[in-house]
């Protein structure tokens, strides 16, 4: 019992945390702390010592010491510049958006150009818009942001930009156009510059005050860069970055130091990034202001913006503010980039919360809190891969599709403040119930299971290998900190939608390659000394036309019963026609996917009796109505693809 104890305390030691964290993951541990302590110490008595933590990217550590040396001294100034440049990726790889703020001066007026050509004395301008930031989150200090997009862009062309500040053109920066038919690109989750607070350097504690005071934003931006740097380092023709979300830490407040920080990296000079609206982010109007995201839409809006897509070579990618919980207005918008680019070899969503990750704080509460509803949205797509973050564990999921079944519907809402998501409690959609995901009493804990059990809407596809052609399901990745800011644990139990997940305390990232007939991942972290090492296998999805759909799953045929209009099949036909599965007694019925069936073939029957059939498939406890009779099971055609097989 004391080692359980001893695992538990450590398990909340190894991970970055806020005070509101801590106090969570104890409520997730009650039971093993309540064995151990009898209930003589209170939760309480154990936030300050359970926060300390070394599980981050100390910076002046893992840093070049003179490197790490000149980024201290200058960070007061740079924590100032509120103006820096973002370049994103525009509505085709033929465009360029540009974004950023300049400082409102007498006698100046905003003027948002960019000069961009392939000869840096004949530039050609690209007039934009601008408008005004909210001063309440820039100290009060007057700016306006400016958005401009550059078109007419070629492949394997350099081109040369300088943006105009109030009339003012910039110091000239370099833009290579990569190939248009074999792209490469980062995919890179939670930045998240400022989270590292609370966390020891040099033996004080890095704080989240503003400005030059904000230490941890200090930390996370140098971190962030070094990972940029290492990636571009290893993969020069890199055409893109794919951001999961949390750009920045501090959730509904003024962070500008942290936008400052993360726009420093000098590799996104000359490297657009895609990003994702992240809870961090989602909050506040400065992302918006900072991020010029091609095809905009008003679906899926909060205060930082909404959903959005574009195209890059053979791929359509489509980005989903999934911050806002209402998912008629997410199929909306990836019904209407379908639309717009049909023809797209490759169909990828981004989001920030990670419907199919591994990691403990997220996993199994907050972070599948859309499944249900975003899982037969991807599959009436068509959607290949869905890359998320959120989780700050690293995870690849095997292929994924619904399960053809009716499930609740569930969201977040906002604090009573309005300042937060509450993110103690999912919501069902459907009858307002509210659902305590760290449950303080047995009422609580009961509501907790039912919904993780209706959480299990998922089909995993029975596809072998890392190389797969023509699969009909969705591959979903969980992309860990890009700089180490923080880490969560991944939860005990790897669940059985995870093919391959990962936690070594280093920022990671993944390299994605595409072309118009394969798509591949491989995924890094880097050591402290600043290399590179593979953490997972290359997976690849190959597009063959010529090859049928991999549906994979074998027609069976069975024994069936009729009632109430509805046709039902004799469990045991089903294995023992397909050999897809093996069912058995054992204190209850049990179903093992994937295994040949070892049972006996029954003999016929003319009718039975309708019951509730509560099973266990792979482990995990599943109801169904179904038909009882002479001792065997008939469940209906819409249980089928939970088996894994078909008729």
């Known amino acids: 019992m004391f080692s359980c104890f001893l695992n538990a305390t450590l398990s909340l030691h190894s991970k970055t945390t806020t005070r509101k964290e801590v106090k969570r993951q104890m409520k997730l541990h009650k039971n093993v702390l309540a064995g151990v302590l009898a209930g003589t110490l209170a939760v309480g008595a154990f936030p300050a010592a359970l926060a300390a933590t070394v599980h981050y990217n100390d910076s002046s550590v893992t840093g070049d010491s003179a490197q790490w040396q000149a980024w201290v001294n200058g960070w007061e100034t740079l924590s100032g510049d509120y103006t820096q440049v973002s370049l994103t990726p525009g509505k085709n790889e033929t465009e360029l958006n540009f974004a950023w703020y300049s400082k409102v001066e007498p006698g100046k007026t905003a003027t948002p150009v960019v000069h ?151 590799v996104l000079q000359s490297i657009p990034v895609a990003t994702t609206i992240g809870n961090h982010d989602s909050l506040n109007a400065d992302y918006f202001y900072h991020f010029n995201n091609p095809n905009a839409t008003d679906y899926g809006k909060t205060q930082a913006g909404g959903d959005y897509y574009y195209t890059y070579g053979a791929g359509l990618f489509i980005v989903l503010n999934t911050n806002n919980y209402n998912v008629a207005e997410h199929a909306k918008a990836i019904e209407e980039a379908v639309a717009s680019a049909p023809d797209a070899a490759w169909r990828v969503v981004t989001i920030h919360q990670d419907i199919y990750g591994s990691g403990l704080d997220h996993s199994d509460t907050d972070g599948m809190i859309l499944r249900t509803q975003l899982t037969p949205i991807f599959d009436r797509n068509d959607i290949d891969v869905v890359l998320q973050g959120h989780d700050h564990t690293y995870t690849r999921s095997k292929l994924l599709y619904g399960d053809g079944q009716t499930h609740g519907t569930y969201e977040f809402q906002l604090n009573a403040e309005k300042t937060d998501y509450d993110w103690d409690h999912a919501y069902n959609t459907q009858n307002g119930a509210k659902i305590p995901l760290a449950p303080e009493d047995a009422e609580g804990a009961a509501a907790q299971s039912a919904f993780q059990a209706d959480n299990y809407c998922y089909t995993i596809e029975s596809a072998s290998g890392n190389t797969v052609t023509n699969p009909k399901g969705t591959l979903y990745m969980s992309a860990n900190s890009a700089s180490g800011s923080k880490y969560y644990e991944l939860i005990s139990a790897q669940q059985d939608y995870i093919a391959s997940r990962s936690q070594n305390w280093l920022p990671s990232y993944s390299v994605i390659s595409m072309t118009s007939d394969a798509f591949s991942i491989d995924t890094y972290q880097i050591t402290d000394d600043g290399k590179a090492e593979k953490i997972d296998e290359t997976f690849t999805i190959k597009k063959d036309p010529s090859q049928p759909a991999n549906e994979q799953k074998p027609v069976v045929s069975a024994s069936s019963l009729t009632a109430g209009g509805q046709t039902y099949y004799r469990l045991r036909d089903l294995a023992a026609s397909s050999n897809a599965f093996d069912v058995n007694w054992d204190g209850g019925v049990k179903v093992t996917t994937k295994t040949a069936y070892t049972g006996y073939k029954p003999t016929g029957s003319a009718e039975g009796s309708a019951v509730t059939l509560n099973l266990t498939v792979d482990g995990r406890s599943v109801t169904t109505p179904a038909l009882l009779s002479n001792n065997n099971y008939y469940v209906p055609a819409s249980f089928l693809s939970t088996l894994g097989v078909s008729l």
């Open 116 to 266: 961009f050509g392939t000869n840096k004395d004949a530039l050609t301008a690209f007039t934009g818009v601008s408008a005004d930031v909210d001063a309440s989150l820039t100290g009060g200090a007057a700016y306006v942001y400016n958005h401009v997009t550059v078109t007419g862009l070629k492949e394997n062309t350099n081109y040369f930009y300088t943006v105009e500040k109030n009339g003012v053109q910039s110091d000239v920066r370099e833009y290579q156009a990569k190939s248009f038919s074999s792209v490469k690109m980062l995919y890179v989750g939670d930045p998240q510059i400022g989270a590292s607070k609370g966390q020891p350097q040099n033996g004080e504690k890095l704080s989240a005050s503003s400005g030059a005071a904000n230490t941890a934003a200090r930390n996370d931006a140098f971190a962030w860069a070094r990972t940029l740097s290492v990636a571009t380092q290893q993969n020069p023709d890199v055409s893109f970055i794919i951001s999961a979300g949390d750009q920045v830490n501090k959730t509904g407040k003024a962070k500008e130091e942290e936008y400052a920080g993360y726009l420093s990296a000098p």
